[in-house]
């Protein structure tokens, strides 16, 4: 198979994951794919750090920006792991069944993990 258009379109998918990443949270631990959110930024609350009563507030929009983090982190790592299965040789390979992923799969989503039977388990 040739892997240099899905490692490219992942590599640039990760760049913009890792970006948005950085703008929302940091790396939270000493395993550098450990993200978590950043507490204090946001644009709304900014001006009136002072004021106690947005604290509760202030962690509501915490939970929701962690959700997000959490959410950008797995597609994160499925990127790199994917990456690395291209240097391993193993890419595009379904994890369940063993068998090639199919290639139109591999373009709408170059991080898949799975062939379309196996997509949904
Ligand atoms: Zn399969």
């Known amino acids: 198979m040739d892997t240099k258009k ?3 379109a992942l590599e640039k998918e990760l760049e913009l994951l890792t970006k948005e990443l950085k703008g929302i949270g940091v790396v ?13 930024i946001g644009t709304i609350n900014d001006d009136d750090k002072s004021d106690d009563n947005d604290n509760a507030d202030d962690l509501e929009e915490l939970g929701e920006r962690n959700a997000i983090v959490s959410d950008l982190e797995i597609r994160f790592r499925n990127v ?7 240097e391993d040789g193993t890419y595009g390979m379904c994890e369940v069944s063993g068998h090639p992923i199919e290639e139109d799969r591999l373009e709408a989503n170059p991080a898949a993990t799975t062939c379309k039977e196996h997509m949904n388990g």
């Open 6 to 8: 899905y490692k490219e």
């Open 28 to 40: 939270g631990g000493e395993n550098p794919d450990d993200w978590v959110a950043k507490s204090g």
């Open 80 to 86: 790199k792991e994917a990456l690395k299965r291209i």
